[in-house]
């Protein structure tokens, strides 16, 4: 079970997780304990990653007894009371990985028998729906689930190695294995995590992604940020984004007609481009997206919906490569490690 933003932590345990043949459930930080003692009933699971005090609290005012046999925390505020110091239930992210260099040392092929050990049929994680018509339901998803999810993402949206994604989805949700971690795993994409959720936009234009992960609401804000420089700025300068947006939406609708603008407009789409819509999708961190997602949206549906969103965008964002039909949609080879490193350019941090 974790309980935590994306960061570092989270997903070294995840991915710890289902190298040893363990199941991932993802849970909703802002959660109460009666939704997560409805988990621990539910899928009986027997540690909880999380991130601080406030969530092994929530998992300690539980009174009912349930299967967790370890609750492991990687932020240290907070946790030097007695409370927890001496409670054998809880233990630090930093004493699980001595323990991990103590197994290594002994067994030192333990960590390659379990991951060969493990069936494409053999679950990988769970995901609980929102319970808006009774309880949630736990939705099981196999490895063979998120490598098939993982090809047909990468037949519409290839990435590579050298590929910078952006991803806010929670690990608790269905959308986040597919739009972040798979892709890191399958295709060697490397994985960056903004700090907060209002530094989104900050640290998408400082790392420069070209396959940006959003949520529908973080869209919906960057629009609005966009839209509202706009109206504080000249009358010059509204008109001026006023013209290039609707000589933007020409080519955005010929274009998924597949249809050729006249010389005219493609020399004066490019004009704007140049003097005011690349400027504003530079200042939103999307100057290199050659594609941008959000989940549970069909890709052409999206394409409408974001662009409208934005209301600055060119055809160079949420693009289908129309070449991906002839290109190999296979998993691709596995790249064989997984690193991580905390930039210090930016606030966000990422995973290769």
């Not at 630090?92 to 290594?104: D, N």
């Not at 704007?272 to 594609?291: C, E, I, Q, S």
Request: charged letters at 20%.
């Amino acid at each position: 079970m974790v309980i935590g933003d994306n960061e570092f932590e989270t997903y070294w345990g995840m991915y710890g997780a289902m190298s040893l043949g363990g199941v991932v459930v993802g849970a909703w930080v802002d959660a109460m304990s009666d939704e997560f003692a409805y988990v621990l009933r539910d899928c009986a699971p027997k540690v909880a990653l999380v991130r601080d005090q406030e969530q092994v609290d929530k998992l300690l005012a539980i009174t009912e007894p349930h299967s967790l046999e370890r609750i492991v925390y990687w932020e240290p505020r907070g946790m030097n009371d007695p409370e927890y110091v001496g409670n054998p239930l809880i233990l630090s992210f930093a004493e699980v990985s001595e323990l991990g260099e103590g197994s290594e040392r002994h067994y030192p092929l333990l960590f390659e028998a379990s991951i060969a050990a493990i069936r494409p049929d053999s679950p990988a994680a769970m995901y609980y729906t929102s319970g808006t018509t009774g309880g949630a339901k736990g939705v099981v998803r196999t490895h063979a689930n998120q490598v098939a999810m993982g090809v047909l993402f990468q037949k519409y949206f290839p990435v590579d190695v050298e590929d910078e994604i952006v991803c806010a989805y929670s690990v608790a949700s269905i959308g986040e294995p597919v739009l972040g971690s798979v892709r890191n795993l399958m295709h060697g994409a490397t994985l960056h995590f903004p700090e907060l959720p209002e530094t989104f936009e900050k640290d998408s234009r400082e790392i420069g992604p070209r396959y940006l992960v959003n949520l529908p609401r973080n869209w919906e804000d960057l629009a609005a940020r966009i839209r509202a420089r706009i109206d504080g700025s000249s009358l010059v300068t509204r008109r001026l984004f006023a013209l290039a947006v609707s000589l933007g939406m020409r080519r955005f609708r010929a274009e998924l007609d597949n249809e050729r603008l006249s010389l005219w407009l493609r020399v004066a789409h490019a004009v704007m481009w140049a003097l005011v819509l690349r400027p504003n999708l530079d200042r939103a961190g999307l100057a290199k997206v050659r594609a941008g997602t959000t989940a549970g949206v069909h890709a052409r549906v999206a394409y409408v919906q974001v662009s409208q969103c934005l209301r600055s965008t060119s055809p160079r964002v949420l693009r289908i490569d129309r070449s991906a039909g002839s290109r190999d949609s296979g998993a691709g080879q596995p790249q064989g490690a997984f690193r991580g490193s905390r930039h210090g350019g930016h606030g966000g941090s990422s995973v290769a």
